[in-house]
């Protein structure tokens, strides 16, 4: 993918209409890349993303009928990830079963916030019902997405969140906390709770990777991983080639390394394949959170023992029935408002607007032939 165009490039199978070409092209791309240049994050941003939440308040009434004609754009954090090609089919999949219409839009790169934000802006001029946005970075997107939030879009995060004063809910794969803490806990118990570690992340401003990060480094305090040493950090920037680069880095710098966790599908799927064809394999315990799909082979192989996910077609779904009631007016992202996702059931607001999907799923050789994503 390195050779397709990095910046805002959209998908080939889906064109952006000329319009939006035209607009991303002229003055607001340029409007978007002077308020929030790249991976920099400017001082209005940072301004506007400590600003109380702007459309978290307001009426909702629970009762109200789903509004026809909608249409819900997902904007992931990099559309040519197997992971957001799964989240994004199931939002396609509510919207298609409530008759509203489905778009995606993004960026090829990870860490492209100013893509991000110029594909924001396009969408707020073509006044789509709502937008579905996984971000790359908490507050570059803040300007843009309150400008969307001001013109009537209804903004809903999933995966990974902005803060919360951006976006009037966030649909949040699990607990955070218990993410970071139970992937330390399984390495931690693989390791017999001794050696040096390391993480391999995804982009260094990742909301949802920073997040687990600081529970597992609040983990490791605990007294049972006083002999485990979290040596390093490294982002792979949720590119394969990158990813792998920076797990053999890893190897070389620190060659008493006993474990890795990787929590991003394309980080941990590089650095198994890494350690298969290394000679640390079985030597250095991985894990982290993959696709079953992507880990099966290293499972069976013994280059990973065990590793989390959630079911991303599931978050999906979640964000574009989030994003319908919101639209609908039946929740506008206070606490205790509940909603009903289709099939799915009730889900309930928790504070600053987060909704929950539920408990991830450990898999390992036991159970990973059962599942197919
Ligand atoms: C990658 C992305 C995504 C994250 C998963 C686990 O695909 O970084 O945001 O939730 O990994």
Same mark, same amino acid.
């Given at each position: 993918?390195s050779t397709?165009?990095?910046?805002?490039?959209?998908r080939s199978r889906?064109?952006?209409?000329?319009?939006?070409v +035209?607009?991303?092209a002229?003055g607001?791309?340029?409007l978007?890349?002077s308020?929030?240049?790249?991976a920099t994050?400017?001082?209005?941003?940072?301004?506007a993303?400590?600003a109380?939440?702007?459309?978290?308040?307001?009426s909702?009434?629970?009762?109200?009928?789903?509004?026809?004609g909608l249409?819900v754009?997902?904007l992931?954090?990099?559309?040519?990830?197997p992971?957001?090609n799964?989240s994004?089919a199931g939002g396609n999949?509510?919207?298609?079963?409530?008759g509203?219409?489905?778009k995606?839009v993004?960026?090829?790169?990870?860490?492209? %916030?100013a893509?991000q934000?110029s @594909?924001?802006?396009?969408?707020?001029q073509?006044?789509?019902?709502?937008?579905a946005?996984?971000?790359?970075d908490p507050?570059?997107?803040?300007?843009a997405?309150?400008?969307?939030?001001?013109?009537?879009?209804?903004v809903?995060?999933y995966?990974?969140?902005?803060?919360?004063?951006?976006?009037?809910?966030?649909?949040?794969?699990?607990?955070s906390?218990?993410?970071?803490?139970?992937e330390?806990d399984?390495l931690?118990k693989?390791l017999?709770?001794?050696?040096?570690?390391?993480?391999l992340?995804?982009a260094?401003t990742?909301t949802n990777q920073?997040a687990?990060?600081?529970?597992?480094?609040d983990?490791l305090k605990?007294p049972?991983?006083?002999n485990?040493?979290?040596?390093k950090?490294? @982002?792979?920037?949720?590119?394969?080639?990158?990813?792998?680069?920076?797990?053999?880095?890893l190897?070389?710098q620190?060659p008493d390394?006993k474990?890795?966790i990787?929590p %991003?599908t394309?980080?941990?799927?590089?650095?198994a394949q890494y350690?298969?064809g290394s000679?640390y394999?079985?030597k250095?315990?991985?894990?982290?959170l993959? %696709?079953?799909n992507d880990?099966?082979s290293?499972v069976?192989?013994?280059?990973?023992?065990a590793?989390e996910?959630?079911?991303?077609?599931k978050?999906g779904?979640?964000?574009?029935? +989030?994003?319908?009631a919101?639209?609908s007016g039946?929740?506008?992202?206070?606490?205790?408002?509940?909603?009903?996702?289709g099939p799915?059931?009730?889900f309930?607001?928790?504070?600053?607007?987060?909704?929950?999907?539920g408990?991830?799923?450990?898999?390992d050789?036991?159970?990973i032939?059962?599942f197919?994503?």
């Open positions: 993918m397709v165009l990095r910046r805002g490039a959209p889906r064109r952006r209409p000329r319009v939006a +035209a607009l991303a002229s607001l791309l340029a978007s890349l308020a929030c240049g790249g994050k400017s001082s209005t941003d940072k301004a993303s400590s109380p939440a702007a459309g978290q308040s307001g909702a009434n629970p009762s109200a009928a789903v509004k026809k249409t754009a997902f992931p954090k990099q559309v040519n990830n992971y957001f799964i994004d999949t509510a919207l298609t079963a409530l509203e219409s489905y995606e993004g960026t090829t790169s990870a860490t492209d %916030t893509g934000v @594909y924001v802006n396009t969408l707020t073509q006044h789509v019902s709502a937008i946005v996984s971000a790359q507050g570059a997107l803040c300007t997405l309150k400008q969307a939030m001001s013109a009537g879009i209804k809903v995060t995966d990974s969140d902005t803060d919360p004063g951006c976006r009037q809910a966030f649909v949040s794969q699990a607990s906390e218990a993410l970071g803490r139970s330390v399984l931690g693989e017999n709770y001794t050696g040096q570690i390391a993480i992340s995804a260094q990742a920073n687990w990060i600081g529970y597992m480094q983990e605990k049972q991983f006083a485990m040493k979290l040596v950090i490294a @982002y792979g920037n949720d590119d394969a080639q990158m990813s792998f680069q920076q797990t053999q880095g190897l070389q620190y390394l474990g890795i990787s %991003t394309v980080g941990i799927k590089a650095a350690l298969d000679q394999k079985g250095v315990l991985l894990t982290g993959g %696709t079953p880990m099966r290293y069976q192989d013994g280059t990973v023992k590793f996910l959630w079911d991303p077609g978050l779904q979640l964000a574009a029935y +989030a994003a319908v919101l639209a039946q929740i506008s992202g206070a606490q205790g408002q509940s909603f009903t996702a799915m059931g009730n309930t607001l928790g504070a600053q607007g987060v909704i929950t999907l408990a991830p799923t450990v898999f050789a036991s159970n032939g059962q197919n994503f």
